[in-house]
């Protein structure tokens, strides 16, 4: 992973000064969830989150020293151990993945209040961006996506990642069209179902086969974000019908 990679630089709203988030937690879980990209105001709303390099007074990941790095990275596998992570948004995601409970790997979690972690958080965009993913002009998104993926796909190709989770409906359209060049789609069956308010939400199901090897994965989740603390998606019937229908998925398939 190139700490120093600038393919992003040119790009609205990219920030010289904040490393590449390559992940948050154990990375080597057997299971991943994925959402778009980290932002710089969620870095700055909260203390728990500083930029790295500022607090260095590094003003840009060019600048880096072999130190900088090696902290860096270690506070990405740290992230949840710490005490000191994003709560509203991180708690949210973690409440979801508790309701999971999985034959293999038992209760899903990031390892947060001491419980076994074994889910990664993975962003798709590994750029932290000024503002929130929605204000990068619609144009430049795929170069976010396409430049940063080459780190994503190193990422799944781990053979001991065995499923993905997506969170949201942005975070399903970006994988899929990165994955359609890496992987064999080889079964495709997702299924919608109408929440208590009303809304339509889709539970994703996808396998997916390397296209090098045997490695087969396990793509699932929800079009409706988990990490929303209010909104179309926040009735507790309808987030426990979620995680039941994924955690009988990830059973039969492990
Ligand atoms: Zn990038």
Redesign the pocket.
Known sequence: MDVK?I??SELTGFVHSYP?IFHFGNSESPIALFSINPSESEFKSTSSLPAPFEKWTVTHRKDATPHHIESHLLRQDEYFTTGHHLEGWFGKVEEFLNKIGTHQWGQLSFGLEGRPSNVVHLDI???ATKDNWSAVPDDEKPK?IA??SRYLISQVARPSLKVLLINGSSVHDALIETFAKHFTFEERHSEMFKTSNGRRCTLYRYVLRGRSGDHQLLLTGTSMRISREKGQFSNPEDREYAATRIQNWINDFV
């Open positions: 990679c393919d992003c590449p965009v590994k750029c976010y430049n940063c």
